[in-house]
């Protein structure tokens, strides 16, 4: 019998990066204080912020720079950041320490595995993916953490109403991204193609920087029926 083995959706390409001797400290002495251990088990999202709030997920948020201003900014709501870069994890529990934002918590995992094993149906509010890698060469297409699979274990996880946010800044995965989504009978857009920026999210230096060049930022943002 022929034996096919499949390779599994990922959230990410591990990749090395620099780590400060800051992010280092905040790991080793934040993460087991502000962090969520990865397990196989479903996990109490009302203990583990100490409230019942509404619940935001983010995927993949980088150095952490945007999701601590948006924490800080809506503090009756409570956010779970999902990376797998220890300096990013480093950098944002240092901005939560600082800043004594008491409504983020991070979970240093691959995404598709805690969605899968630690989060229960219906958990959350919103989600929110701020421009993922794009994998611009066609034959990495498959290596985008936006493909179908992924995008229905998304809509299991939210509620019926909640949000799902993408935002990039290559035309091609906006595109992509938007196509996958209306291809999705449990999701339904909220604008016409692509969504103003909300309020919530903020300028990074980086896209105000791409902005100024001329560069295109599109924002697609769909609702769970």
Same mark, same amino acid.
């Given at each position: 019998?022929?034996?096919?083995?499949?390779?599994?959706?990922?959230? /990410?390409?591990?990749?090395?990066?620099?780590?400060?001797?800051?992010?280092?400290?905040?790991?080793?002495?934040?993460?087991?204080?502000?962090?969520?251990?990865?397990?196989?088990?479903?996990?109490?999202?009302?203990?583990?912020?100490?409230?019942?709030? &509404?619940?935001?997920?983010?995927?993949?948020?980088?150095?952490? !720079?945007?999701?601590?201003?948006?924490?800080?900014?809506?503090?009756?709501?409570?956010?779970?950041?999902?990376?797998?870069?220890? &300096?990013?994890? +480093?950098?944002?529990?240092?901005?939560?320490?600082?800043?004594?934002?008491?409504?983020?918590?991070?979970?240093?995992?691959?995404?598709?595995?805690?969605?899968? !094993?630690?989060?229960?149906?219906?958990? /959350?509010? +919103?989600?929110?993916?701020?421009?993922?890698? &794009?994998?611009?060469?066609? @034959?990495?297409?498959?290596?985008?953490?936006?493909?179908?699979?992924?995008? @229905?274990?998304?809509?299991?996880?939210?509620?019926?109403?909640?949000?799902?946010?993408?935002? *990039? !800044?290559?035309?091609?995965?906006?595109?992509?991204?938007?196509?996958?989504?209306?291809?999705? &009978?449990?999701? *339904?857009?909220?604008?016409?193609?692509?969504?103003?920026?909300?309020?919530?999210?903020?300028? *990074?230096?980086?896209?105000?920087?791409?902005?100024?060049? +001329?560069?295109?930022?599109?924002?697609?943002?769909?609702?769970?029926?």
């Amino acid at each position: 019998m022929e034996h096919r083995h499949h390779r599994p959706i990922r959230s /990410f390409v591990l990749r090395q990066g620099r780590l400060t001797d800051a992010q280092q400290r905040a790991v080793e002495q934040l993460l087991p204080m502000r962090g969520i251990a990865y397990a196989p088990q479903l996990l109490d999202l009302e203990n583990a912020f100490g409230r019942a709030a &509404p619940k935001i997920l983010e995927i993949g948020f980088g150095m952490g !720079d945007a999701t601590a201003q948006i924490a800080a900014a809506n503090p009756d709501k409570d956010y779970l950041g999902i990376e797998v870069h220890t &300096p990013g994890v +480093g950098n944002l529990l240092k901005l939560m320490s600082e800043q004594n934002l008491v409504n983020l918590r991070v979970i240093r995992h691959d995404a598709v595995e805690v969605l899968r !094993d630690m989060i229960a149906d219906d958990a /959350f509010d +919103g989600v929110h993916i701020f421009f993922p890698d &794009p994998w611009p060469k066609k @034959r990495h297409h498959k290596r985008r953490l936006m493909q179908q699979e992924f995008v @229905r274990l998304l809509c299991r996880k939210l509620k019926p109403g909640g949000y799902l946010h993408f935002a *990039t !800044d290559w035309e091609d995965y906006a595109q992509w991204t938007l196509e996958m989504l209306r291809a999705e &009978p449990q999701l *339904t857009n909220t604008a016409a193609d692509y969504a103003s920026r909300p309020n919530y999210r903020p300028l *990074t230096k980086f896209e105000r920087r791409g902005l100024n060049l +001329g560069h295109g930022v599109w924002d697609v943002i769909f609702r769970r029926q």
